[in-house]
């Protein structure tokens, strides 16, 4: 069970929900960029505990300058969608703005056709058409 992708999918996916709540909640009185510069350090700090904890930690001299190089741009991506996702928190609601990046699930989709060369199923389509149309439902103007 512990090799289980969708159970460590389904983990990211409630720890994701947690995250948009308690940054709603930190974001009071407090710049969005500062604080997401208050989160990714102490993500540092727990994330090194937990590698050496269980004694992941590797020499990165012997990564490839591949391995560098697209962890790079993954970090890029990741620091900009933070801080695009904190201010949209800060100015938005939780529910709405957490609903809103999932459009990231389509995106990823076209990306890995694209990129990857991966072939989502029929089914596998649908339920990526499914989130975007709830994504264009939430954005919909009242």
Request: one cysteine or more.
């Amino acid at each position: 069970m512990l090799d289980s992708w969708f159970l460590w999918a389904l983990l990211a996916a409630v720890f994701a929900a947690l995250t948009a709540i308690f940054a709603k909640l930190g974001l009071v009185g407090v710049n969005s960029d500062y604080a997401t510069l208050i989160r990714t350090a102490m993500i540092l700090v727990v994330l090194g505990g937990f590698v050496a904890a269980t004694d992941k930690w590797t020499d990165p001299t012997t990564l490839s300058p591949r391995v560098w190089v697209f962890l790079a741009l993954s970090a890029l991506a990741t620091g900009v969608s933070w801080v695009c996702y904190f201010r949209a928190l800060q100015i938005g609601e939780a529910s709405q703005v957490a609903a809103v990046d999932k459009a990231s699930v389509l995106l990823v989709a076209v990306f890995a056709v694209l990129l990857l060369g991966e072939r989502p199923s029929l089914k596998d389509w649908l339920g990526i058409a499914l989130v975007a149309a709830g994504v264009l439902v939430l954005a919909w103007r009242r």
